[in-house]
């Protein structure tokens, strides 16, 4: 017998449990092998592993479903608590796009032409390039993906990963130790991930690796098995480092790689692993390449312009420097 603790993911604890806590026992009922105690936004359970996996599956499809609906039937959550949660939200109409609910129950979409295109894309190949200008929700939606994968319980864990490239700083003049002069880098990681996951489970999962956080250099002699990798800002990856991560792929993984190839930090762009890996992978079966433009970009108005204008820019550049070596 074992106890774990339930931290509940963004949802009224009151529509949660019912009118004098009349869903909760309907809950107990269902699961007379396990002792469940509630305490506020925390469930306490204690019992076998299989029947505690079998719950939290249960948990989180009934989850889904209240915050995809007003007003719950309570004969749908008779079906829900029954084990029947995939035919129930099958039938949900609500959600649309949704691909999850995150902290305090905001729904998470996939907004976008091409963001819908990856989601899509995800369901059908284990290794998918993203590639486009900032702004555009690529490694926000990949994160979300990951995320729902983690919950649904198709993988085991997750694991994100950047290189540590500069973008015009010096990474030794940073203060602290090894992990502080890093952390900086990875920090949009833990930022999606805070939209997503309610901030104790979130440290309950990175204290257990549940999810994990790292430079790629850390990715170099594991196999990677039951896990949904994100490699971002992949641009600044050399070709020996991605061939080195695509090759740490195990059963029963997914491969996410996110870059902007405008926006290349290596002293030499020509050493960006993300070109040669696209231009070398991409008509292998099960390998899917996803291009965002402008029209994904999800921050501010203004971002759209300034990304085209230096668009402009680069292209000028790259024409001037191809009729002068034309006349050389």
Request: proline share 4%.
């Amino acid at each position: 017998m074992i106890e774990k603790k339930i931290y509940l993911d963004g949802v009224d604890p009151v529509k949660l449990f019912g009118i004098n806590n009349s869903r909760f026992e309907k809950i107990k009922q269902n699961f007379p092998k396990l002792k469940i105690v509630a305490r506020g936004s925390e469930l306490i359970i204690k019992g076998a592993d299989k029947e505690i996996a079998k719950f939290e599956d249960t948990l989180n499809h009934y989850i889904d479903y209240l915050q995809g609906t007003e007003n719950p039937d309570e004969e749908q959550v008779e079906e829900l608590l029954m084990g029947n949660g995939k035919e129930v939200l099958a039938n949900q109409t609500v959600s649309g796009n949704v691909l999850l609910y995150g902290e305090s129950g905001k729904p998470i979409r996939a907004k976008t032409i091409n963001q819908k295109a990856l989601v899509k894309s995800c369901e059908k190949n284990d290794l998918l390039f993203a590639i486009g200008p900032a702004g555009t929700g690529k490694t926000y939606t990949a994160i979300a993906l990951a995320v729902r994968a983690l919950k649904h319980r198709e993988v085991k864990r997750i694991i994100l990963t950047r290189p540590a490239v500069e973008a015009g700083e010096r990474l030794g003049f940073l203060p602290g130790d090894y992990k502080e002069k890093l952390d900086p880098y990875l920090q949009p990681l833990y930022d999606a991930l805070n939209d997503m996951i309610p901030s104790k489970k979130l440290k309950g999962f990175l204290e257990d690796n549940t999810i994990q956080i790292a430079p790629i250099a850390f990715m170099r002699g594991r196999t990677l098995d039951n896990a949904f990798v994100i490699l971002d800002e992949a641009q600044n990856a050399t070709v020996n480092q991605l061939k080195m991560f695509f090759t740490r792929m195990g059963k029963n993984a997914k491969f996410i790689v996110t870059g902007d190839i405008t926006q290349i930090d290596l002293p030499d762009r020509r050493d960006s692993g993300l070109l040669r890996a696209v231009d070398l992978l991409k008509n292998i079966n099960g390998i899917s390449l996803v291009y965002f433009d402008t029209r994904d970009i999800v921050r501010h108005k203004l971002v759209k312009y300034i990304v085209e204008a230096y668009g402009r820019e680069d292209s000028k550049i790259n024409d001037e420097h191809d009729i002068d070596k034309n006349n050389k």
